[in-house]
Nanobody, 121 residues
Framework: QVQLVESGGGLVQAGGSLRLSCAASGSIFRIGAMGWYRQAPGKQRELVAS???????NYAIAVQGRFTISRDNAKKTVYLQMNSLSPEDTAVYYC???????????????WGQGTQVTVSS
């Protein structure tokens, strides 16, 4: 089993910042790409940012220049630094990690439990 534990969500005023963390644990043989998704009420889940094993990053147009994704391979953790937050960023944020488990040696995608980010105006 692979577990992803998210932290760092909360309530923040417009223009403020938050940093989300997502730590992976369990029977992991190898970790691949990592990413963050978000889902607001009544909207589709969308990709916010992703990062490859080599450190290449991609961002949704809506967050470019404001959010930064990073990873710490030793800690098996992915981060999302969110600056200049606006009410439009309010959503449940989910991390995801592509892993090869020790149990099956097969690739799979694991998801965090979600953390609420609320930006007030």
């Amino acid at each position: 089993q692979v577990q992803l534990v998210e932290s760092g969500g909360g309530l923040v005023q417009a223009g403020g910042s938050l940093r989300l963390s997502c730590a992976a644990s369990g029977s992991i043989f190898r970790i691949g790409a990592m990413g963050w998704y978000r889902q607001a009420p009544g909207k589709q889940r969308e990709l916010v940012a992703s990062i490859t094993t080599s450190g290449s990053t991609n961002y949704a147009i809506a967050v470019q220049g404001r959010f930064t994704i990073s990873r710490d391979n030793a800690k098996k953790t992915v981060y999302l630094q969110m600056n200049s937050l606006s009410p439009e960023d309010t959503a449940v944020y989910y991390c995801n990690v592509d892993v090869i488990t020790r149990q099956t040696m097969q690739p799979q995608r694991s998801w965090g439990q979600g953390t609420q980010v609320t930006v007030s105006s």
